[in-house]
């Protein structure tokens, strides 16, 4: 049984918490968060042990982490559990800069551990859905996908603007569907709101001809979370949070059967069972690099309002 911790425990810290304290195969040994009322009575509460200070929590040799912290804290807080014997689980974005990213990726290949970057949505069952459905050419070859990511404005987001935030998603998961990498993208956005920018267009070419477009904000007073494939056999609009994909081709309106589950418990899981098996994750630090690189890509675009080529 593999013991395991989470350091951070705000809103998505909780759901973490939550989940591994619901697995089998684990031991939820520790929850470490700054706010020591907040860490006793959720350690209360799944019955673990609460720490003021995560690295207390790592001496006690865990063996996976979960890292819950604002985006600023990523490398400090992953190096060091890194260091402490840990595999790691790293929220998104990976870090707050490539080059922190990189130094994650370094420690781990040098420990040997394993580093998973948390793009929940991968695990949303409609996205593994439409990727087996792209596999499958029912599509035809994909040509454009475009994302829809806009909703009111979460006030506990105050390190990063809305393209780190919720934009990242999409730039992720529209490469994960392409199977290729961000060579090009160009944006536009601007701060109304917020001290960062609160709503983006994010215009992305892959692999020199094919188009991913990106339209985030915290301005819409409703949530919105859809993407639309066109292929040249076909189209596919799937909605993120209805967990649907529906197929429109010249003869047919068809909907995929999906069984409904919690995105952050495929993740989970799937994380615990590449532990087990010695198994590279996907999304591995490389992949969240690669989201992250174009996501700071896209935020230099719309400030210099121009176009940026993303270099491997």
């Excluded at 040994?29 to 995560?54: K, S």
């Excluded at 948390?118 to 593994?128: L, T």
């Excluded at 490469?175 to 701060?191: I, M």
């Excluded at 066109?230 to 649907?244: E, F, K, P, R, S």
Aim: hydrophobic share 40%.
């Amino acid at each position: 049984m593999l013991k395991v911790g989470v350091i951070g425990a705000g809103a998505m810290g909780k759901n973490h918490i939550r989940i591994y304290s619901e697995m089998q195969d684990v031991e939820l040994a520790g929850i470490a968060d700054i706010d020591r009322e907040l860490v006793e009575g959720l350690a209360q509460q799944y019955d673990t042990q609460p720490f003021t200070d995560y690295r207390e929590m790592l001496a006690m040799g865990m063996d996976a982490v979960s890292i819950v912290v604002p985006t600023r804290m990523h490398r400090q807080v992953a190096i060091e559990a890194i260091e402490a014997g840990a595999h790691v689980l790293v929220e998104k974005p990976i870090a707050d800069t490539v080059e922190n990213a990189e130094a994650i990726i370094k420690t781990a290949d040098d420990n040997d551990r394993l580093v998973m970057v948390g793009h929940i949505e991968r695990f949303n069952p409609a996205v593994i859905k439409l990727k087996e459905i792209i596999e499958e050419g029912l599509l035809g070859k994909i040509v454009s996908i475009s994302t829809t990511r806009v909703g009111p404005y979460n006030p506990r987001i105050r390190d990063v603007g809305v393209i780190l935030d919720i934009g990242v998603h999409d730039i992720d998961i529209i490469s994960f569907l392409y199977g290729k990498h961000v060579n090009q993208v160009y944006s536009v956005a601007a701060a109304d709101i917020h001290s960062f920018e609160d709503h983006a267009t994010i215009h992305m070419r892959l692999d020199h001809e094919l188009s991913g477009l990106v339209e985030v904000n915290w301005l819409t007073p409703h949530k919105v979370r859809k993407l639309t494939a066109v292929g040249i056999g076909g189209v596919a609009y799937l909605d993120y949070m209805d967990q649907t994909v529906e197929l429109h081709d010249s003869g047919w309106i068809r909907k995929a059967k999906i069984e409904p589950r919690e995105p952050l418990k495929n993740e989970l899981e799937y994380f615990i069972d590449c532990i087990n098996k010695g198994k590279q994750p996907e999304p591995c630090g490389e992949d969240g690099k690669h989201a992250l690189k174009v996501s700071l890509a896209a935020i230099n675009s719309y400030k210099e309002a121009k176009l940026i080529e993303i270099k491997e």
